[in-house]
């Protein structure tokens, strides 16, 4: 029996010529590029003038059933080809997707107001080309986190073609305030009044992604990369920001789902115990608020399950991270069957499409429930 699941967590790969062909030269050179070791050992990201290098992964390491090496998996056809990737999905039992720009990720790190906003024009104008070709993509606009009043009319031009959720970096760029500023309370109301969702992919925007090395590095890097989506959805629970605009709502992408209810305890014991020095003003707890607005998604965390069974978060939301290496390309079937085998139907349909559809409802159901 096949498990249809949505994905609350994908990935496409801008066209290489996306921004040469839709920007003006001195601009265009400026945008995030990818350029590989010749022996494959790393890659170097650089971006409006400032670069970082990360190792990449052995390309001979066998991942997901089918024996498929790394460098296959990354290179799934469906991640470059939006016609091919709707064969990949039906493989895979998934139906609809929130589907994140790649390179674009690394957008966060520009400085220049500019080129910021845009490079995030020609970006958007892609995605809602890729969007319209099939309901099942539901791709989120980017906007300038340098300049509110830039963002908001982006929010404005995007909610005019379609567009359901804006994705915003985990936090702002240096020099520039901070989320929970009133700077940025336009761009909450803007996207509050036009129904969108906020799509945070965790580690995109935050510290330096490469904070340690040595011994264990590559593993906790991962770990310290979901911290920036944990610390974003918490600002915006303890800010009042969510909590006076209770439609808007917040999917953290790829940093797992347990962290909503310890987050929510720490930050409910904060709210209580230092009530004479915290002035805030909220409504609800701001526990209440991350489990009301907030969605989490994961794919393999083998306690997401029971953060909604064991602890009444009821927004846990399945994600693929297709095609990344990370994600279940490959072995999807038996990661949902994992998981889901010895949960209620309730939970299974919560975790695999019910909190996906509360957000984006146009998606509809997959047309193949259950059996295949
Ligand atoms: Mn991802």
Same mark, same amino acid.
């Given at each position: 029996?096949?498990?249809? /699941?949505n994905?609350?967590?994908?990935?496409?790969?801008?066209? #290489? *010529? @996306?921004?040469?062909? +839709?920007?003006?030269?001195e %601009?265009?050179?400026?945008?995030?590029?990818?350029?590989?070791?010749?022996?494959?050992?790393?890659?170097?990201?650089?971006?409006?003038?400032?670069s970082?290098?990360?190792?990449m992964?052995?390309?001979?390491?066998?991942?997901?059933?089918?024996?498929?090496?790394?460098?296959?998996?990354l290179? /799934?056809?469906?991640s470059?080809?939006?016609?091919?990737?709707? #064969? *990949? @999905?039906?493989?895979? +039992?998934?139906?609809?997707? %929130?589907?994140?720009?790649?390179?674009?990720?690394?957008?966060?790190?520009?400085?220049?107001?500019?080129?910021?906003?845009?490079?995030?024009?020609?970006?958007?104008?892609w995605?809602v080309?890729?969007?319209?070709?099939?309901?099942?993509?539901?791709?989120?606009?980017?906007?300038?986190?340098?300049?509110?009043?830039?963002?908001?009319?982006?929010?404005?031009?995007?909610?005019?073609?379609?567009?359901?959720?804006?994705?915003?970096?985990?936090?702002?760029?240096?020099?520039?305030?901070?989320?929970?500023?009133p700077?940025?309370?336009?761009?909450?109301?803007?996207?509050?009044?036009?129904?969108?969702?906020?799509?945070?992919?965790?580690g995109?925007?935050?510290?330096?992604?490469?904070?340690?090395?040595?011994?264990?590095a590559?593993?906790?890097?991962y770990?310290?990369?979901?911290?920036?989506?944990?610390?974003?959805?918490?600002?915006?629970?303890a800010?009042?920001?969510?909590?006076?605009?209770p439609?808007l709502?917040?999917?953290i992408?790829?940093?797992?789902a347990?962290?909503?209810?310890?987050?929510?305890?720490?930050?409910?014991?904060?709210?209580?115990?230092?009530?004479?020095?915290?002035?805030?003003?909220?409504?609800?707890?701001?526990?209440?608020?991350?489990?009301?607005?907030?969605?989490?998604?994961f794919?393999?965390?083998?306690?997401?399950?029971?953060?909604?069974?064991?602890?009444?978060?009821?927004n846990?939301?399945?994600?693929?991270?297709?095609?990344?290496?990370?994600?279940?390309?490959?072995?999807?079937q038996?990661?949902l069957?994992e998981?889901?085998?010895?949960e209620p139907?309730?939970?299974r349909?919560?975790?695999?499409?019910?909190?996906?559809l509360?957000?984006?409802?146009?998606?509809?159901?997959?047309?193949?429930?259950?059996?295949?």
């Amino acid at each position: 029996m096949k498990i249809w /699941a949505n994905s609350g967590d994908s990935h496409y790969m801008e066209p #290489a *010529d @996306l921004y040469s062909n +839709g920007l003006p030269k001195e %601009l265009a050179e400026r945008m995030p590029r990818s350029v590989k070791a010749e022996d494959g050992s790393s890659e170097t990201i650089y971006v409006d003038g400032k670069s970082f290098t990360r190792d990449m992964p052995k390309i001979s390491t066998v991942v997901g059933k089918g024996g498929k090496t790394l460098t296959q998996a990354l290179e /799934a056809p469906g991640s470059k080809d939006i016609d091919i990737r709707q #064969a *990949d @999905l039906d493989q895979e +039992g998934i139906w609809a997707e %929130l589907i994140y720009p790649s390179v674009g990720l690394w957008n966060a790190m520009i400085t220049d107001p500019v080129l910021a906003r845009e490079a995030v024009k020609v970006a958007n104008d892609w995605a809602v080309e890729v969007q319209s070709k099939s309901v099942r993509h539901v791709m989120p606009a980017q906007i300038s986190p340098l300049d509110v009043q830039d963002a908001v009319d982006e929010v404005l031009r995007m909610a005019g073609k379609g567009i359901k959720a804006i994705n915003l970096p985990c936090s702002t760029p240096k020099d520039i305030p901070d989320f929970n500023r009133p700077y940025w309370n336009p761009l909450w109301d803007v996207m509050h009044e036009t129904e969108m969702v906020i799509a945070v992919h965790t580690g995109a925007g935050g510290e330096d992604p490469v904070a340690f090395h040595g011994p264990g590095a590559g593993t906790v890097n991962y770990l310290w990369a979901s911290y920036s989506g944990m610390t974003m959805a918490a600002l915006m629970a303890a800010s009042g920001i969510l909590d006076t605009r209770p439609g808007l709502k917040l999917i953290i992408s790829e940093a797992g789902a347990t962290w909503v209810p310890f987050v929510g305890d720490r930050l409910n014991e904060a709210y209580r115990q230092h009530s004479d020095f915290i002035r805030d003003n909220l409504t609800r707890t701001p526990k209440e608020i991350l489990y009301d607005q907030v969605y989490a998604s994961f794919q393999h965390d083998e306690t997401a399950v029971q953060a909604l069974t064991a602890m009444g978060y009821n927004n846990v939301m399945w994600g693929s991270d297709y095609p990344h290496i990370e994600g279940t390309f490959g072995h999807t079937q038996k990661t949902l069957h994992e998981l889901f085998d010895d949960e209620p139907e309730s939970v299974r349909y919560r975790i695999t499409q019910g909190a996906f559809l509360e957000c984006f409802p146009h998606v509809g159901t997959p047309p193949l429930q259950g059996i295949e």
